[in-house]
């Protein structure tokens, strides 16, 4: 009754969405303490980044910076490896976003712009494929790799990053061409245009926004993975940045801590950056289709 | 136009039109999973090892590897320590993340806007990277976490405290980090959702005299109830896969106390070179993976989607 006698002279004074819109304070003080606690690895990760190495390593943290410094990027940059292993990445990774997406656009294409029989079996085995645990598929893939001489070296890497990747483009992209109305191939095949002309005049300009940010979900993925490069690249040169990121602890003098945060600040920038971008399509685009945790 | 329009000239052209389309991604599957799939199978029947890499020589030994994984206490252990570790971690981070989610809709834009910053810094930090920083803030001797804990004082001297080295603490450090990255995409998700509740449902039971907390739990929650189960199947088998930072900073030690069975696969297979028993287990995981998966599929044709 106390409830009701509060509610309603609001309801009729002030129009819905505002009173919604109503702000709690104790949901912003509880908001605030949230953010403290969230950002603080962040934080955390970038003030040791730029602490000279000597300050970091203090027995009583200080919370703010002391000897702001750049140095441990050029540590970083300069510390044997980084540019080479940097290279490794960026050539693996392109080259299996370049063959996840091509391919993975005409199977999307076919998957909803047509209908035939054991289109959902496939479906479901690509599904299924998504799921299956990455520790599990690395064995035989080291197997067959290793028996076919594509370990250690990029096609092996490039394969398996394929392997990661494609069954969830193709389920993403998917998406991207069942959006689009059906009408507009009708129009065009109407007009004469073949089934290839509708494909590649019609429906894959109007869908490239959604292959566009699938490729970076797939960039993302490939860029991040740590176990595939630490299982199949024995030889420092072929590192990717991941691995070499994780190896940084080694070098004589013990783990350089500001070192190891500075690169990986270095490492991480790029995804943050792509992630501020693509903010809403990750929602909508990892709960339809999943990214590899 | 219709199926039954079109001619049945057209129509053979678009069947091989899609065969055409689809066989491209069908070779690259077929020779980077499906045939690896198989060759998983094969070889959890074979004792290859770490002689057989280089010569290539195993022998076919039925189920004995099924046998000697199943009668292995240690993989008992590892799935017992699995499905605890992945209830706790989905189980932790599907509650943060709705509460976030319902405290997104009950503050102000500027608040919001910051929140998703920070949610998205937490989310898109890659996971080695984000396994140093984990090591960085418990390392002991400097370790910030450990200092915080000494000056609370509750558990007394922490400084020297090494996380890694006790399967309780590696295992609470391991579920923080996950549970700090998981958080952000459950209550983005289902913050996503919240939006959509309709509010004219919220006000009419605002009239009926319904509480905040009674508004939540008899409108809120039973529409967003899909999205949670989503997230939570999905949470599931992401959890279930965990390795790197397990890996990175437990190492699935101390004497494999935080190996979950992606851990003990992986340090079967590559550490111990048993390639046949860690297919044996790697076919065990798959199978016990698929189950959770067809949740997912059914609720994905539950939710609208159409297959």
């Known amino acids: ?293 | 136009m219709s199926g039954s329009k079109r001619s049945a000239r057209a129509f053979a052209d678009r069947r091989g039109m899609a065969a055409l389309l689809l066989s491209p991604a069908g070779i690259v599957i077929l020779a980077v999973m499906i045939v690896p799939i198989v060759v998983m199978i094969f070889t959890a029947f074979t004792n290859f090892n770490q002689r057989s890499l280089f010569t290539g020589a195993y022998d076919m030994v039925g189920f004995d590897q099924f046998e000697a994984v199943l009668t292995n206490p240690e993989f008992w252990a590892s799935f017992v320590r699995t499905i605890l570790f992945t209830a706790a971690l989905v189980l932790g981070s599907v509650l943060i993340g709705v509460g976030v989610s319902h405290l997104l809709t009950r503050i102000g834009g500027v608040l919001r806007t910051i929140v998703t910053v920070v949610l998205i810094f937490a989310w898109a930090m890659p996971n080695v990277a984000a396994s140093l920083v984990w090591n960085w803030l418990f390392q002991p001797g400097y370790g910030v976490f450990n200092w915080l804990l000494t000056q609370i004082g509750i558990f007394g001297d922490m400084t020297d405290t090494d996380w890694s080295a006790d399967p309780a603490l590696a295992f609470i450090a391991i579920w923080m980090l996950i549970v700090w990255q998981a958080v952000p995409f459950i209550a983005l998700t289902v913050y996503a959702a919240e939006t959509q509740v309709s509010p004219e449902y919220i006000e009419a039971a605002r009239l009926d005299g319904a509480s905040d907390s009674r508004v939540y739990r008899s409108v809120t929650l039973p529409f967003l109830r899909p999205t949670i189960m989503l997230v939570t199947i999905l949470s599931t088998i992401w959890n279930f896969n965990i390795f790197n930072q397990i890996w990175l900073v437990s190492h699935g030690g101390p004497n494999g106390a935080t190996a979950t069975l992606g851990v003990f696969t992986y340090i079967t297979a590559f550490v111990s070179f048993d390639i046949g028993g860690g297919s044996a287990i790697a076919v065990i995981t798959t199978v016990l993976l698929a189950v959770v998966t067809s949740f997912y599929i059914r609720s994905l044709v539950r939710s609208g989607e159409d297959l």
């Open chain 1, 1 to 293: 009754m106390n409830q009701r006698a509060k509610t309603k002279p609001v309801s009729t004074s002030v129009p819905r969405s505002r009173r919604l819109k109503k702000i709690n304070w104790g949901s912003s003080v509880i908001a605030i303490v949230f953010c403290v606690i969230w950002f603080f690895p962040t934080y955390w990760m970038l003030k040791t980044a730029f602490t000279p190495r000597a300050d970091a390593l203090s027995t009583t943290p200080s919370f703010l910076p002391v000897n702001f410094t750049f140095d441990n990027f050029v540590t970083a940059v300069t510390q044997s490896g980084f540019f080479l292993n940097l290279r490794n990445s960026a050539i693996v990774v392109l080259a299996a976003v370049l063959v996840a997406i091509v391919v993975g656009m005409l199977a999307a294409a076919a998957l909803s712009r047509f209908r035939f029989r054991g289109r959902r079996t496939i479906l479901v085995v690509i599904l299924i494929l998504q799921m299956i645990p990455p520790t599990a598929l690395l064995i035989p893939q080291f197997l067959v790799f290793n028996a076919t001489g594509m370990l250690g070296n990029y096609i092996g890497l490039i394969l398996a990053y394929v392997a990661l990747t494609l069954p969830f483009a193709i389920w993403v992209m998917r998406g991207f061409f069942l959006a689009l109305p059906a009408e507009l191939e009708e129009a065009a095949q109407l007009d004469g245009a073949s089934s290839w002309q509708v494909l590649t005049r019609i429906l894959f300009p109007l869908v490239l926004p959604g292959v566009i940010a699938t490729s970076v979900f797939t960039f993302i993925t490939a860029w991040n993975d740590y176990l595939v490069a630490y299982t199949f690249m024995r030889d420092q040169t072929m590192y990717t940045l991941p691995v070499w990121l994780a190896s940084f602890s080694s070098p004589v003098t013990g783990t350089d801590i500001s070192g190891q945060m500075a690169g990986s600040v270095l490492f991480s920038l790029p995804v943050v950056v792509f992630f501020i971008l693509l903010q809403r399509k990750l929602v909508s685009g990892m709960s339809a289709g999943a990214v590899k945790g």
